[in-house]
């Protein structure tokens, strides 16, 4: 997006559904976006498997097909074993591993565990692991991981829109949003108001946000589910038969009235771009 300040693209997050694909299909989506990526933009890719051989092997072949960095989601299957020790044994293989930085990724949402902070303490002086995206929400977890990391050469970064200002008030660095996706203008100029102390301009559009961001994870599902049958007689795959997630209802009015009044004020650029 030509007015906004967005430093690297994420390929194969949460939003990204890498799940669904096939160890071919991820490194395919990822050269495709290195192709059609300015040199100056950085591509991190997630990279995560279950195990840790799985987990170097595709963070060796994700550095081969293009990225710069590697998003590494936690193993969750079994999540109960998972504690700081088995995680920081993990990681520390991949990351010896890996030719590429990597960024460590907690999701507890989806994944329903946090990594914890006392492992992320000890990864973060790793000198190939960068730096962490929490997308728990949690900002008092992500300002203590700021507070006990800031003598390592790491970076934290939110997980989402609905929680940039208060990350950054905390002293994260930037953001991984997939509202950005929609309204990155808006997420960008988030950002510079808080880089630039304007908290009470910022606090205002943090608020405006917080609907659209609620309503984009909603509106993702449809909007997915209506591209994979769009594009089935297209690309001969039976695409659709991925999901056994139903979809859920349409996303809330409210939030969805404010993400397009917020697109119609910066007169249908963002939108025709994110398009």
Not at 53 to 80: F, I, L, N, R
Request: glycine residues 8%.
């Amino acid at each position: 997006m030509a007015n906004c300040r967005m430093l690297c693209f994420v390929v194969q997050g949460s939003n990204g559904e890498f799940p669904f694909l096939t160890s071919s299909e991820r490194l395919e989506v990822v050269s495709r976006v290195r192709q059609a990526l300015p040199r100056d933009k950085l591509l991190l890719a997630g990279s995560g498997c279950e195990s840790t051989q799985a987990t170097v092997e595709m963070t060796v072949s994700m550095a081969q097909v293009g990225a710069d960095a590697a998003m590494v989601v936690t193993p969750c299957y079994y999540h109960g074993r998972m504690n700081s020790a088995a995680l920081i044994h993990h990681y520390t293989k991949v990351a010896d591993l890996s030719p590429i930085p990597v960024v460590l990724y907690s999701v507890p949402a989806n994944t329903g565990l946090d990594l914890p902070v006392d492992a992320v303490v000890t990864l973060s002086k790793h000198p190939n692991i960068v730096g962490i995206k929490d997308s728990g929400g949690d900002v008092t977890r992500i300002g203590l991981i700021v507070h006990k990391t800031r003598r390592q050469d790491f970076q934290v970064l939110a997980g989402s829109a609905g929680f940039l200002l208060a990350s950054y008030a905390v002293g994260a660095v930037g953001g991984v949003c997939a509202l950005a996706n929609v309204l990155g203008a808006q997420v960008c100029q988030l950002e510079r108001l808080c880089l630039t102390g304007q908290w009470e301009d910022a606090q205002k559009l943090q608020h405006r946000l917080i609907e659209p961001n609620t309503a984009r994870s909603t509106l993702s599902q449809h909007l997915k589910r209506g591209k994979s049958e769009i594009f089935r007689p297209l690309c001969g795959r039976k695409l659709s038969s991925r999901y056994f997630l139903f979809p859920s209802s349409f996303p809330p009015y409210s939030g969805f009235r404010e993400m397009l009044r917020l697109l119609e004020h910066d007169g249908g650029q963002a939108w025709e771009e994110a398009c």
